[in-house]
């Protein structure tokens, strides 16, 4: 059984690029969760998905961030225009239970904006 | 507003001693609570959990203790081995939470 898998690893963007992360989650699991870890910082939660659904997205920045985890196919984590404050990495996780009690992290995306 | 905080950044420890790593947390509805491991360029490993209805959850080296009046929860790991040299994150939730609060990370290093 696979675990979470993310692509890419490392992606460099320049200031103003659209940078699209993505996350397949484990066989099974209907529920994905983005989070952002900041240099020196601990992981902040970005947004909750189900199939189809956004379930909770007030981590979100509310502007040039968008995440989607459509019917077929991973979950998209979408930013337009980076900046050099979106520099991070970026770990999804995901679970087969509706409530959170136990989540399985992918390897994350380090995004790096020059 | 951190809601889960881990105070201390870094711990150093020799092989075969007790790592204690602790947490504090700052809200009463957190009822649920994990430990998670995590080496450079990794994502973070779930290690062990506890919910707010006990006090101690206990798995091979690993235990962890939770004190709801304080709202303080610490992580024992004993004996300590280099392996454990990692950054171990306390996180919390609500019982129908949808997302986990972390703490900053208390960075591990057992000395061989």
């Known amino acids: 059984n696979a675990g979470v898998m993310q692509n890419p690893r490392h992606l460099v963007r320049r200031r103003g690029q659209e940078a699209r992360l993505r996350c397949s989650p484990m066989?099974?699991?209907?529920?994905v969760y983005w989070y952002r870890q900041l240099p020196e910082e601990g992981l902040k939660f970005m947004v909750y998905?189900?199939?189809?659904?956004?379930?909770?997205e007030s981590g979100m920045p509310k502007e040039r961030f968008s995440a989607e985890f459509p019917k077929e196919g991973p979950s998209i984590l979408r930013i337009q225009q980076v900046v050099r404050g979106d520099s991070a990495a970026y770990f999804c996780?995901?679970?087969?239970?509706?409530?959170?009690?136990?989540?399985?992290f992918g390897q994350g995306t380090r995004l790096t904006v020059v | 507003d951190q809601q889960v905080k881990q105070n201390s950044p870094s711990l150093s420890v020799q092989e075969g001693r007790i790592s204690i790593l602790n947490c504090d947390y700052t809200?009463?509805?957190?009822?649920?609570f994990l430990w998670y491991k995590k080496y450079p360029a990794e994502g973070p490993t779930f290690l062990i959990s506890?919910?707010?209805?006990?006090d101690k959850n206990e798995d091979g080296r690993f235990t962890v203790f939770l004190n709801k009046s304080a709202k303080h929860l610490s992580l024992h790991i004993v004996p300590s081995q280099p392996g454990d040299s990692a950054v171990y994150f306390c996180?919390?939730?609500?019982?129908?939470?949808?997302?986990?609060?972390f703490g900053t990370g208390t960075s591990l290093t057992v000395i061989p």
């Open positions: 996780a995901s679970s087969p239970l509706k409530y959170v009690t136990e989540a399985f």
């Open positions: 066989k099974g699991h209907s529920h």
């Open positions: 998905l189900q199939k189809e659904n956004i379930i909770d």
């Open positions: 809200n009463s509805m957190f009822d649920y």
């Open positions: 506890i919910s707010s209805i006990k």
């Open positions: 996180a919390a939730t609500p019982n129908t939470g949808n997302q986990f609060y």
